[in-house]
């Protein structure tokens, strides 16, 4: 036992929030312990170069890169399956499709089975310490009011199959760390760029309102329009920058005290509605105008569904209009209670939104499709 060798098994790999996390990683593991990455073939050119990039920074080759898909019941490894389970002490699952417009069937083949099998894969390792799994505050679905870290099913509806899928894909979680299997859930609420860069691998959420604004001729003149729907100062924007996501994951997972929490890394004072458009129109150097919409968000949606070229004209994908006129809150009270002594907390959304609004502007072409 004292020979067995020690290895980290990663999936979301090079995904926007894995990329990151892989690089801390490294730096916890001594420099013997590898981290072994399931990387869909689609991915294997990019996985390379984001591996040679964060090798680059740590030295010594450690990430070492495995073709699969997590929605077979073998990953996909075939003859590596056993191998990699056999020293795997950790498991990070990060692997989903990201993508509020996601077809069910797809969504439950990638979020939910995947996560069975990659579970199925870590009650298979003989010295697992720990199964690390990324899901979603937006498992809330929209459900009216507050909803805390001990919150999973509350009889909530689903805003979309994205949401759906990622609740049921925790409830597998949830369900095996109370057969014993020792794991620790995250739920970022919606992530957005770095804080420091501004980067980001993709254009969605939040970044709507700003494709919105920047395609107006008049923003340059310093106006712009955006539409609302309901009291925009009724509604909270839960939005986190990626730093503080992948901070607050390296910090958590360490702690031996983490088996069997659940944390909420969310924004314990996020912006309303109107509040996030307002900063974006400071961002920009720009008075943007609230323009109340009769209707709703329902009918707005509908209009972006069915008229053709309306979505793309305005860069608006409809999934996201829920998002505007959501019911729920969110609480992170022992994320900050288990993060204060790190230094790591979520910075208000207003000290980093220029930063956002320059990446944008200075990287038009970053895609807003999900990798599937």
Known sequence: MADRETSVFFTGFPGFLGSELVARLLDRYPED??????VQPTYRDLAERRAAEIEGRSRGGRVELYEGDITEPDLGLGDDYADLQADAVEVYHLAAVYDLGVAREVGMAVNVEGTRNVLDFAEGCPDLRRFQYVSTCYVSGRHEGVFTHEDLDVGQEFNNHYEETKFLAEV???????????ATVYRPAITVGDSETGATQKYDGPYNVLRLLDRQPTIDAGVGVVPTFGNPRDYEVNVVPRDFVVDAIARLSAREDSVGEVYQLCDPNP?????????????LDARILQLPLPGGATLARRALETVPGLASALGAQPAVLD???????????????????????????????????RFYREHPDVPSDAMT
Not at 33 to 38: A, S
Not at 172 to 182: A, D, M
């Open 271 to 283: 912006p309303t509605v109107a509040g996030m458009v307002r900063a974006f129109g400071d961002a």
């Open 323 to 357: 998002y505007f006129v959501h019911p729920t809150s969110y609480t992170c009270g022992n994320a900050r209670r288990d993060l204060r002594e790190s230094g790591v907390s979520c910075p208000p959304f207003e000290s980093y939104v220029e930063r956002l609004v």
């Open 172 to 182: 597998e979680v949830q369900n095996r760390t109370t057969e014993g299997l020792p």
């Open 33 to 38: 312990v590898p981290i072994r990455c399931l």
